[in-house]
């Protein structure tokens, strides 16, 4: 996620305007995206980073397995990958694989 900040913040140094106008523009192509991997941090640290029993039980047994069960695996790759939420698009973005042009 840092190489999508990164390419935010090439992308609206070289725009127009004051350089708090671009700044500000580089937070706002990423603001939706961080806003939703802060939410999903705050989800899941409980479970995977606490001592107490609940949190590791439930990690356990409901999250454990539902995570080797599709589409638990595709669904949790694109969230370690940072791709949940679509990030790529508001940034001019796309995947290689999935650009037909791009094939071959």
Do not use: K
């Not at 127009?16 to 640290?45: C, I, K, N």
């Not at 539902?66 to 940034?91: F, K």
Request: charged share 15%; glycine share 10%.
């Amino acid at each position: 996620m840092a190489l999508l900040d990164a390419w935010a913040l090439a992308q609206a140094l070289a725009g127009e305007g004051s350089l708090d106008r671009r700044l500000a523009t580089a937070v706002a192509l990423r603001r939706d995206h961080v806003r939703l991997y802060q939410w999903l941090t705050a989800l899941f640290t409980p479970a995977y980073q606490s001592d107490s029993v609940w949190p590791a039980l439930i990690r356990d047994v409901v999250l454990a397995p539902l995570s080797r069960i599709p589409p638990g695996p595709g669904i949790q790759a694109n969230m370690v990958s940072g791709l949940t939420g679509g990030p790529l698009g508001p940034l001019g973005l796309d995947l290689p694989f999935s650009n037909p042009r791009a094939a071959g």
